[in-house]
Protein backbone atom coordinates (compact mmCIF):
# COMPACT_ATOMS: atom_id res chain seq x y z
CA UNK A 1 0.00 0.00 0.00
CA UNK A 2 3.13 2.10 -0.78
CA UNK A 3 2.56 5.57 -2.93
CA UNK A 4 4.37 8.43 -3.63
CA UNK A 5 2.84 10.43 -0.40
CA UNK A 6 3.98 8.02 1.82
CA UNK A 7 7.22 9.44 2.75
CA UNK A 8 6.25 12.44 4.82
CA UNK A 9 5.72 12.46 8.89
CA UNK A 10 3.11 13.61 10.96
CA UNK A 11 5.49 16.37 12.50
CA UNK A 12 6.04 17.89 8.98
CA UNK A 13 2.37 17.70 8.36
CA UNK A 14 1.73 19.70 11.61
CA UNK A 15 4.71 22.19 10.80
CA UNK A 16 3.49 22.89 7.27
CA UNK A 17 0.02 23.07 8.94
CA UNK A 18 1.01 25.54 11.68
CA UNK A 19 -0.11 23.13 14.20
CA UNK A 20 1.64 24.16 17.34
CA UNK A 21 0.79 24.60 20.72
CA UNK A 22 -1.16 28.11 20.46
CA UNK A 23 -3.03 27.16 17.06
CA UNK A 24 -4.30 23.97 19.19
CA UNK A 25 -5.34 25.82 22.18
CA UNK A 26 -7.35 28.48 19.47
CA UNK A 27 -8.50 24.93 17.63
CA UNK A 28 -10.37 24.18 21.44
CA UNK A 29 -11.91 27.09 22.37
CA UNK A 30 -13.64 26.97 18.65
CA UNK A 31 -15.90 24.30 19.58
CA UNK A 32 -15.72 25.75 23.01
CA UNK A 33 -14.14 22.74 25.26
CA UNK A 34 -13.20 23.82 28.45
CA UNK A 35 -12.94 22.43 32.10
CA UNK A 36 -16.27 21.46 32.08
CA UNK A 37 -16.08 19.50 29.02
CA UNK A 38 -12.86 17.34 30.36
CA UNK A 39 -15.08 16.69 33.70
CA UNK A 40 -17.84 15.41 31.83
CA UNK A 41 -14.79 12.90 29.75
CA UNK A 42 -14.10 11.44 32.51
CA UNK A 43 -17.38 10.41 33.67
CA UNK A 44 -18.17 8.70 30.74
CA UNK A 45 -14.38 7.38 30.28
CA UNK A 46 -15.01 3.93 31.50
CA UNK A 47 -18.26 3.44 29.72
CA UNK A 48 -16.77 4.07 26.22
CA UNK A 49 -13.42 2.46 27.08
CA UNK A 50 -16.09 -0.65 28.18
CA UNK A 51 -17.33 -0.53 25.08
CA UNK A 52 -15.19 0.63 22.64
CA UNK A 53 -15.03 -2.36 20.30
CA UNK A 54 -18.78 -1.88 19.70
CA UNK A 55 -18.07 1.62 18.91
CA UNK A 56 -15.35 0.92 16.58
CA UNK A 57 -18.11 -1.86 14.81
CA UNK A 58 -20.52 1.17 14.09
CA UNK A 59 -17.07 3.13 12.64
CA UNK A 60 -16.49 -0.14 10.20
CA UNK A 61 -20.34 -1.03 9.81
CA UNK A 62 -20.88 2.51 8.37
CA UNK A 63 -18.08 2.02 6.15
CA UNK A 64 -18.78 -1.36 5.27
CA UNK A 65 -21.89 0.45 3.29
CA UNK A 66 -19.41 2.78 1.09
CA UNK A 67 -18.01 1.80 -2.07
CA UNK A 68 -15.66 4.24 -1.73
CA UNK A 69 -14.29 2.65 1.41
CA UNK A 70 -13.32 -0.62 -0.77
CA UNK A 71 -9.52 -0.53 -0.65
CA UNK A 72 -9.60 0.76 3.12
CA UNK A 73 -11.37 -2.65 3.96
CA UNK A 74 -10.41 -4.48 0.95
CA UNK A 75 -6.96 -5.29 2.76
CA UNK A 76 -7.26 -7.38 6.53
CA UNK A 77 -3.49 -6.29 7.52
CA UNK A 78 -4.71 -2.83 6.82
CA UNK A 79 -8.21 -3.28 7.89
CA UNK A 80 -6.64 -4.40 11.35
CA UNK A 81 -4.07 -1.69 11.51
CA UNK A 82 -6.52 1.16 11.28
CA UNK A 83 -9.25 -0.63 13.40
CA UNK A 84 -6.14 -0.34 16.25
CA UNK A 85 -5.80 3.03 15.50
CA UNK A 86 -9.18 4.01 15.34
CA UNK A 87 -9.92 2.32 18.88
CA UNK A 88 -7.07 3.68 20.63
CA UNK A 89 -8.77 7.04 18.90
CA UNK A 90 -12.02 6.63 21.09
CA UNK A 91 -10.23 5.79 24.29
CA UNK A 92 -7.90 8.64 23.89
CA UNK A 93 -11.03 11.07 23.07
CA UNK A 94 -12.03 10.34 26.72
CA UNK A 95 -8.93 10.36 28.26
CA UNK A 96 -9.02 14.41 28.50
CA UNK A 97 -5.46 15.04 27.26
CA UNK A 98 -5.49 17.34 24.07
CA UNK A 99 -2.18 18.47 23.70
CA UNK A 100 -0.10 17.73 20.45
CA UNK A 101 0.84 14.21 20.98
CA UNK A 102 -2.83 14.12 20.59
CA UNK A 103 -2.87 16.08 17.57
CA UNK A 104 -0.24 13.80 16.06
CA UNK A 105 -2.11 10.77 16.41
CA UNK A 106 -4.92 12.21 14.93
CA UNK A 107 -2.99 13.25 12.20
CA UNK A 108 -1.55 9.51 11.45
CA UNK A 109 -4.35 8.48 11.31
CA UNK A 110 -5.81 11.09 9.14
CA UNK A 111 -2.59 10.60 6.69
CA UNK A 112 -4.01 6.84 6.40
CA UNK A 113 -7.00 7.86 5.51
CA UNK A 114 -5.61 10.27 2.69
CA UNK A 115 -3.43 7.30 1.56
CA UNK A 116 -6.30 5.06 0.78
CA UNK A 117 -8.64 7.71 -0.78
CA UNK A 118 -10.90 7.97 1.69
CA UNK A 119 -13.16 10.99 1.08
CA UNK A 120 -13.71 13.21 3.74
CA UNK A 121 -17.43 13.29 3.40
CA UNK A 122 -17.44 9.09 3.84
CA UNK A 123 -14.99 9.71 7.21
CA UNK A 124 -17.20 12.44 8.21
CA UNK A 125 -20.22 9.89 8.23
CA UNK A 126 -18.29 6.93 9.50
CA UNK A 127 -17.10 8.83 12.78
CA UNK A 128 -20.97 10.86 12.88
CA UNK A 129 -22.54 7.05 13.09
CA UNK A 130 -19.97 6.20 15.65
CA UNK A 131 -20.42 9.31 17.97
CA UNK A 132 -24.27 8.78 17.25
CA UNK A 133 -23.52 5.32 18.84
CA UNK A 134 -21.95 6.36 21.72
CA UNK A 135 -24.77 8.83 22.55
CA UNK A 136 -26.92 6.06 22.70
CA UNK A 137 -25.02 4.20 25.26
CA UNK A 138 -23.95 7.71 27.39
CA UNK A 139 -27.83 9.08 27.39
CA UNK A 140 -28.90 5.41 28.19
CA UNK A 141 -26.58 4.78 31.67
CA UNK A 142 -26.69 8.64 32.41
CA UNK A 143 -30.44 9.80 31.91
CA UNK A 144 -30.01 13.02 33.98
CA UNK A 145 -26.57 14.14 33.39
CA UNK A 146 -26.33 11.93 29.97
CA UNK A 147 -26.82 14.79 27.08
CA UNK A 148 -24.28 17.28 28.47
CA UNK A 149 -21.64 14.41 28.69
CA UNK A 150 -22.38 13.90 24.96
CA UNK A 151 -22.21 17.01 23.99
CA UNK A 152 -18.79 17.21 25.27
CA UNK A 153 -17.71 14.32 23.37
CA UNK A 154 -19.55 16.15 20.21
CA UNK A 155 -17.08 19.09 20.98
CA UNK A 156 -13.88 17.10 20.70
CA UNK A 157 -15.41 14.81 17.76
CA UNK A 158 -15.48 18.19 16.18
CA UNK A 159 -11.75 18.77 16.97
CA UNK A 160 -10.72 15.98 15.97
CA UNK A 161 -12.67 16.53 12.28
CA UNK A 162 -11.07 19.88 11.97
CA UNK A 163 -7.65 18.01 12.52
CA UNK A 164 -9.08 15.42 9.69
CA UNK A 165 -10.00 18.15 7.11
CA UNK A 166 -6.40 19.89 7.23
CA UNK A 167 -4.45 16.86 6.66
CA UNK A 168 -6.27 15.58 4.12
CA UNK A 169 -6.40 19.54 2.37
CA UNK A 170 -2.81 19.84 2.92
CA UNK A 171 -2.07 16.09 1.22
CA UNK A 172 -4.17 16.77 -2.07
CA UNK A 173 -2.23 20.26 -2.17
CA UNK A 174 0.72 18.07 -1.78
CA UNK A 175 -0.25 15.72 -4.68
CA UNK A 176 -1.66 18.94 -6.40
CA UNK A 177 2.09 20.46 -6.64
CA UNK A 178 3.94 17.11 -7.42
CA UNK A 179 1.19 16.25 -10.47
CA UNK A 180 2.18 19.95 -11.53
CA UNK A 181 5.95 19.52 -11.56
CA UNK A 182 5.39 16.32 -13.14
CA UNK A 183 4.06 18.13 -15.69
CA UNK A 184 6.15 20.78 -16.17
CA UNK A 185 9.19 17.94 -16.20
CA UNK A 186 7.10 16.45 -19.27
CA UNK A 187 6.22 19.51 -20.91
CA UNK A 188 10.02 20.60 -21.72
CA UNK A 189 11.26 17.10 -22.56
CA UNK A 190 15.32 17.28 -23.35
CA UNK A 191 15.80 14.43 -25.70
CA UNK A 192 19.20 13.17 -26.81
CA UNK A 193 18.94 11.69 -31.00
CA UNK A 194 22.78 11.23 -31.13
CA UNK A 195 25.51 11.53 -29.24
CA UNK A 196 26.27 15.45 -28.37
CA UNK A 197 23.05 15.96 -29.82
CA UNK A 198 19.76 17.10 -28.11
CA UNK A 199 16.16 17.55 -29.32
CA UNK A 200 13.67 20.44 -27.05
CA UNK A 201 10.39 20.16 -28.90
CA UNK A 202 8.18 22.91 -27.63
CA UNK A 203 4.10 22.63 -27.52
CA UNK A 204 1.67 24.90 -26.84
CA UNK A 205 1.77 28.24 -24.89
CA UNK A 206 5.26 29.12 -23.98
CA UNK A 207 4.53 31.42 -20.66
CA UNK A 208 6.86 33.07 -18.73
CA UNK A 209 7.57 30.35 -15.86
CA UNK A 210 7.69 27.62 -18.62
CA UNK A 211 10.49 29.15 -20.44
CA UNK A 212 12.25 29.45 -17.28
CA UNK A 213 12.11 25.73 -16.83
CA UNK A 214 12.91 25.49 -20.02
CA UNK A 215 15.90 27.04 -19.48
CA UNK A 216 16.93 24.88 -16.77
CA UNK A 217 16.02 21.99 -18.37
CA UNK A 218 18.37 22.35 -21.42
CA UNK A 219 21.23 23.29 -19.24
CA UNK A 220 21.07 21.01 -16.97
CA UNK A 221 21.16 18.44 -19.91
CA UNK A 222 23.62 20.32 -21.92
CA UNK A 223 26.48 19.68 -19.13
CA UNK A 224 24.86 15.66 -18.44
CA UNK A 225 25.14 15.02 -21.87
CA UNK A 226 28.08 17.40 -23.00
CA UNK A 227 25.93 18.33 -26.00
CA UNK A 228 27.49 20.60 -28.97
CA UNK A 229 24.41 21.35 -30.58
CA UNK A 230 20.55 22.33 -29.69
CA UNK A 231 17.63 22.27 -31.60
CA UNK A 232 14.99 23.76 -30.33
CA UNK A 233 11.55 22.75 -32.36
CA UNK A 234 9.29 25.94 -32.19
CA UNK A 235 6.45 24.22 -34.59
CA UNK A 236 3.86 23.88 -32.03
CA UNK A 237 4.36 26.99 -30.03
CA UNK A 238 1.31 29.83 -31.79
CA UNK A 239 2.55 32.66 -30.31
CA UNK A 240 5.81 34.23 -28.32
CA UNK A 241 5.89 37.16 -26.48
CA UNK A 242 8.56 39.79 -25.63
CA UNK A 243 9.39 38.33 -21.98
CA UNK A 244 9.25 34.32 -23.98
CA UNK A 245 11.42 36.02 -26.65
CA UNK A 246 14.41 37.36 -24.59
CA UNK A 247 14.46 34.46 -22.31
CA UNK A 248 14.84 32.15 -25.33
CA UNK A 249 17.48 34.48 -26.65
CA UNK A 250 19.25 34.09 -23.05
CA UNK A 251 18.73 30.18 -23.22
CA UNK A 252 20.60 30.39 -26.52
CA UNK A 253 23.42 32.43 -25.50
CA UNK A 254 24.12 30.59 -21.63
CA UNK A 255 23.83 27.41 -24.23
CA UNK A 256 26.58 28.95 -26.12
CA UNK A 257 28.92 29.78 -22.90
CA UNK A 258 28.37 26.09 -22.22
CA UNK A 259 29.47 25.27 -25.51
CA UNK A 260 26.85 24.10 -27.30
CA UNK A 261 25.14 25.56 -30.60
CA UNK A 262 21.68 26.52 -30.86
CA UNK A 263 18.79 25.77 -33.96
CA UNK A 264 15.21 27.15 -34.00
CA UNK A 265 13.35 25.15 -36.00
CA UNK A 266 9.50 25.33 -37.38
CA UNK A 267 9.41 29.01 -36.53
CA UNK A 268 6.23 30.24 -37.66
CA UNK A 269 4.98 33.08 -39.69
CA UNK A 270 2.92 34.24 -37.27
CA UNK A 271 5.74 33.59 -34.74
CA UNK A 272 8.55 35.08 -37.03
CA UNK A 273 6.17 38.14 -37.61
CA UNK A 274 5.33 38.49 -33.68
CA UNK A 275 9.30 38.73 -33.13
CA UNK A 276 10.44 41.35 -35.58
CA UNK A 277 7.32 42.88 -34.43
CA UNK A 278 8.52 43.01 -30.86
CA UNK A 279 12.15 44.26 -31.66
CA UNK A 280 13.68 40.66 -30.69
CA UNK A 281 17.34 40.68 -30.91
CA UNK A 282 17.64 37.75 -33.62
CA UNK A 283 21.71 37.41 -34.33
CA UNK A 284 22.03 34.54 -31.40
CA UNK A 285 19.46 32.12 -33.56
CA UNK A 286 20.48 30.20 -36.37
CA UNK A 287 16.93 29.23 -37.74
CA UNK A 288 15.55 26.55 -40.13
CA UNK A 289 12.41 25.91 -41.75
CA UNK A 290 11.22 23.08 -40.24
CA UNK A 291 12.02 20.05 -37.73
CA UNK A 292 13.94 17.46 -40.50
CA UNK A 293 16.02 20.36 -41.44
CA UNK A 294 16.88 21.51 -38.20
CA UNK A 295 18.03 17.97 -37.72
CA UNK A 296 20.08 17.50 -40.61
CA UNK A 297 21.60 20.61 -40.12
CA UNK A 298 22.38 20.12 -36.58
CA UNK A 299 24.09 16.52 -38.08
CA UNK A 300 26.41 18.83 -40.47
CA UNK A 301 27.80 20.80 -37.49
CA UNK A 302 28.65 17.67 -36.17
CA UNK A 303 30.56 16.05 -38.71
CA UNK A 304 27.22 13.06 -39.26
CA UNK A 305 26.61 12.18 -43.07
CA UNK A 306 23.39 10.02 -43.34
CA UNK A 307 24.41 7.51 -47.09
CA UNK A 308 20.88 6.12 -48.01
CA UNK A 309 21.22 2.33 -48.73
CA UNK A 310 21.41 0.84 -51.62
Known sequence: MSSPLTNISERTVMTNVGLDQADLERRKKYVGLGPSDLANLAAIRELVTKHVDELVDAFFGQLAGN???KVLLGYKELTTQVRQLKRAHLIDMVAGKFDLNYVEQRIKLGLLYSRVGLETKVFVGAFQRLIAKAGELIMGTFPEAGFDRYVSLQKVAFLDIGLHTDVLIHERQRLISRQSEAIRELSTPVLQIRERLLLLPLIGVVDTHRAKLITENLLAAVRASRAKVVVIDVTGVATIDTKVANHLVQTVNAARLMGARTIISGVSAEV???????????????TVGDLQGGVETAEEMLGYRVVKAE
Open 67 to 69: EEA
Open 272 to 286: AQSMVSLGVELTPFR
